[in-house]
């Protein structure tokens, strides 16, 4: 039965918000296409951009003082455009490989895409994957159950991706959708809730799973509940600096935080 409601889209994140729990995927595929060219990156250097494209992004890794030190000490010189066409084909090959075999849908996904499908609300999707990436993801996730209307990338808006509005946009656009307060941008990293903002939707982040995480999910169960506790302040803390509107810790919370973001417009609406 469909709802009365002021939300009508809600547009996912993949990797760390609906899929691959603490977002691992492209960690592994950013390790293994550095280490071959004999540079040692760790998690914190890859996460710190984690959402824009995987060009940019490798761009961005290869300016960082730590990595630009360990190329000059490796080669004699600066990387150039070619050091980075062959780590970004190197990523994408051991991307590929490691999504084709390892891609689930992380805790609660299916029930609240069903919830947003009762409820009459349109599902679209961003990423910072490019096409091939994504149809992969895509591919396993629609066998799981998991279907958005809608799936994008930045190849989709001439190149522009995350955090810029482009996507959005479109989305808003191929929906018929005016009012930027009719969607929910959700996801796991900081560059997800930049996104959103720039577009002017509100932003909903997750906590359990997430980038910021940066836990498998073995590794977050294992904890202690003090532990599990922490962490989740620390990434909220993340959100909240990012000036998320709301922060949820996984995909049960969903339904809570749509009705809430309803009654919120109501009220705006009328006045109150």
Known sequence: MKGNTMIKA????WAGTTVDYGSLAPV???????????????DQEIRRDMGITKWDHIGKLLKMPEIFQQW???YNRLPDFQDRRKLYEDFQSSLLSYVKDSTSLKPYTLDAFNYLK?????????????PEMMQLVQNSAYKLGYQPELVLTSEDVDGDGRPSAKMIQ???SDFNLDDPKELVKIGDTIVDIQEGKNAGVNTIGIVEGSSLMGLSEKEFDSLFDEEKENIRKRVV??????????????LSELPDAIKFLNQTEEKIANGK
């Open 170 to 172: 479109k989305i808003m």
């Open 28 to 42: 592994i595929a950013f390790k293994a296409a550095f280490s071959d060219a004999g540079i040692e990156i760790n």
């Open 237 to 250: 803390n993340e959100f909240a600096k990012a000036n998320a509107d709301i922060i949820i810790n996984n």
């Open 10 to 13: 809600v547009v996912f994140d």
């Open 72 to 74: 000059e000490k490796e």
């Open 118 to 130: 009762d409820q009459g609300i349109r599902v679209a999707t961003t990423t910072g994957y490019t």
